[in-house]
């Protein structure tokens, strides 16, 4: 391609054959939308079964797929940091691997872009269960005018996911807005600040993406996988010091919801502490490197970092239970 494409859509993969790659990327390729106004990165996060193979014969077919291969594994914040560094696009949009676009959404996407100059266009997804498709907005905000981002923060609470957002590439390569590495959780604080530097937001309710909830989803694993709870309280500290740092100069709610939703984060990880069985010392060092500016009226939290140590070791006798007490509910709430 000569000219710059509209869009670059990013796909962290990971063993992608495996984890419906191809039926993503089919997505993308019927979309009604000409191959000239976007590209594809795919930045494979160095799998082990035929993915690499796999994307090679893809691009003899679409010469607007790129593929970066990485040297070691740096989870999805790094391989989305890496696409969005090699991308050529004007905005972007990231998408799951295991996720799929909804017919005709990223023409309506670009029809709605060029009518109106935006630095951020927030759109919605489907939650689903894989063979049962929903057309359902999990969000559907009642804001809906152009705003700033402070603004949309405070009125719309804005989505977690990066990958209903479609912003300028500039907007996070100028501010140097990137997601942590090596992170389970690297994208809570990533949107926030990415829409505080943004002057012109807006969120529409277009269905974009059909997100497929499964059993291998981090969000339905979190509670018993210590990576992932470790990198909650890390989310949890990455957000508090938003609160003081990028968010210094906005308004007293906007601070205090960043802040809020830092202590939330946290909470939810040291929640989670019940849920599995790691060793006292690595509990409570997690504990103490995180929690110092935390803010929570939670007892919990509070009991955490006054005593770690005991905390954690109370937590581990109570895992068991607590973990096959998380199975039943998941078991009875994910059902067919």
Excluded at 51 to 66: A, S
């Amino acid at each position: 391609m000569t000219e710059q494409p509209f869009f670059s859509i990013i796909i962290p993969v990971y063993n992608g054959v495996t984890n419906d790659l191809p039926i993503c990327l089919d997505s993308i390729w019927n979309q009604p939308l000409d191959s000239s106004l976007y590209e594809v990165v795919c930045v494979d996060d160095c799998s082990t079964d035929n993915t690499r193979t796999y994307l090679k014969d893809e691009q003899l077919k679409h010469p607007n797929l790129k593929v970066i291969e990485n040297e070691r594994n740096i989870r999805q914040g790094g391989s989305r940091n890496k696409g969005v560094r090699a991308a050529k696009g004007r905005y972007i949009i990231f998408i799951d691997q295991d996720d799929y676009y909804h017919k005709e959404s990223i023409a309506q996407v670009y029809n709605h872009l060029k009518a109106n100059k935006l630095e951020i266009l927030i759109v919605d997804c489907a939650y689903q269960h894989p063979g049962f498709e929903s057309n359902k907005l999990q969000h559907n905000f009642p804001h809906r005018e152009v705003m700033t981002g402070d603004e949309q923060i405070q009125r719309n609470s804005i989505p977690y996911a990066p990958w209903k957002f479609v912003f300028l590439r500039s907007l996070m390569i100028e501010n140097g807005i990137f997601f942590a590495e090596h992170e389970r959780i690297e994208d809570v604080d990533w949107v926030h600040a990415l829409t505080h530097y943004a002057k012109r937001t807006q969120y529409q309710p277009i269905l974009l993406i059909h997100y497929n909830k499964t059993s291998l989803s981090t969000t339905m694993t979190s509670y018993k996988s210590p990576d992932t709870v470790y990198s909650t309280l890390r989310a949890g500290k990455r957000l508090t010091d938003l609160a003081t740092a990028t968010f210094a100069e906005s308004n007293d709610n906007v601070k205090k919801y960043i802040r809020s939703l830092g202590g939330r984060m946290y909470y939810i990880g040291i929640r989670s502490y019940f849920f599995f069985h790691d060793s006292i010392k690595e509990k409570s060092r997690n504990i103490n490197e995180t929690g110092r500016e935390i803010e929570s009226n939670s007892f919990l939290v509070r009991t955490a970092k006054k005593c770690p140590r005991l905390f954690s070791a109370i937590t581990n006798v109570l895992s068991p239970a607590g973990n096959f007490s998380m199975y039943l509910y998941r078991l009875l709430k994910y059902r067919r």
